[in-house]
């Protein structure tokens, strides 16, 4: 009995800790997305976040052509972006996904250099899909991103 009460009790604890770091993120649990309203370059932005727990557990930033072709696929652009700004999209989406991660919305992103246009977008993303996770709206975030 005594061991069924301590049970119960470390899961009541369990509970209202995971409602208690909701509650302090404001993160409701779900797939949240925001995408840039305009292609640039012939790409469009986006980020994806799944919040479980009211804690970001998943970030997905990159860009796709209007046939859905992934940015971070295309290894043609990586090599002339590479050469001629010392980053590439599978390396910056991934940094920055990881930063948004790390920080949980709740510090700034820092930029990378040669991916600073891609960076303002994300932070415009960002402050978009969080939004989203407040409010627990699973609907796309359409977002104009400046570019």
């Not at 119960?8 to 993160?27: D, I, P």
């Not at 930033?61 to 700004?85: P, R």
Request: hydrophobic share 40%; charged share 15%.
């Amino acid at each position: 009995m005594k061991r069924l009460f301590t049970l119960l009790l470390s899961l009541l604890l369990g509970v209202s800790l995971l409602t208690a770091c909701s509650a302090q993120t404001g993160l409701q649990d779900g797939y949240y997305t925001a995408q840039a309203a305009e292609f640039s370059h012939g790409w469009k932005e986006y980020i994806t976040i799944l919040v479980k727990g009211g804690t970001i557990i998943s970030v997905e930033y990159n860009a796709e052509n209007a046939s859905g072709f992934i940015k971070s696929w295309d290894n043609a652009y990586m090599q002339n972006m590479l050469h001629i700004n010392g980053t590439y999209p599978n390396e910056y989406t991934r940094n920055y996904a990881n930063q948004l991660l790390e920080s949980q919305g709740q510090g700034g992103i820092e930029a990378i250099a040669g991916a600073s246009s891609s960076h303002g977008s994300f932070q415009v993303l960002a402050q978009a899909v969080l939004e989203q996770a407040r409010l627990g709206d699973s609907s796309i975030a359409i977002v104009d991103t400046g570019n």
